[in-house]
C-alpha cells in the first residue's frame, strides 16, 4: 500500500522558514518523480515544486521561485521542501504527490499525502 505521511507544518511569521518531510512508503522511491502541491482557504490546488527520481533535476512555480527548494533523499525514502522568506500568501494545505513516472515533466500524479497545515502570520 502506497503511502505519503507530510510533516512539518505549522504557524511561522512572515518572513520566516519551515521545512516540509514527506515520508514514502510501499512503492520504489527512487523509480518516480515527486511533487508539491497546495491548496489555500477557498481556491484550487495550485502545484508548487518538482523533483526528478534521481533528484537531478527540478523545477518550481514562479510564486515560490527563488524562495523554495524541493529535494529528496532516496535512501531515507523522504521528500522534501525547504520554505524560505515566507509571505501571508503562502498560507495553505501541503500535499506531497507522487507521479506515474520518473520524469515531472508531464505532471500525472496517481498518489497524494493527507496534507500538512502552513499557516503565514504575524
Known amino acids: 500500500e502506497v503511502q505519503l505521511v507530510e510533516s512539518g507544518g505549522g504557524l511561522v511569521q512572515p518572513g520566516g522558514s519551515l521545512r516540509l518531510s514527506c515520508a514514502a512508503s510501499?512503492?520504489?522511491?527512487?523509480?518516480?518523480?515527486m511533487s508539491w502541491v497546495r491548496q489555500a482557504p477557498g481556491k484550487g490546488f495550485e502545484w508548487v515544486s518538482a523533483?526528478?527520481?534521481?533528484?537531478?533535476?527540478?523545477t518550481d512555480a514562479d510564486s515560490v521561485k527563488g524562495r523554495f527548494t524541493i529535494g529528496r533523499d532516496n535512501i531515507k525514502k523522504i521528500l522534501y521542501l525547504e520554505m524560505n522568506s515566507l509571505k501571508s500568501e503562502d498560507t495553505a494545505v501541503y500535499y506531497c504527490?507522487?507521479?506515474?513516472?520518473?520524469?515531472?515533466?508531464?505532471?500525472?500524479?496517481?498518489?497524494w499525502g493527507q496534507g500538512t497545515q502552513v499557516t503565514v502570520s504575524s
Open positions: 510501499g512503492f520504489t522511491f527512487i523509480n518516480y518523480a
Open positions: 504527490v507522487k507521479d506515474f513516472r520518473s520524469s515531472w515533466y508531464f505532471g500525472e500524479y496517481d498518489y
Open positions: 523533483i526528478n527520481s534521481g533528484g537531478s533535476s527540478t
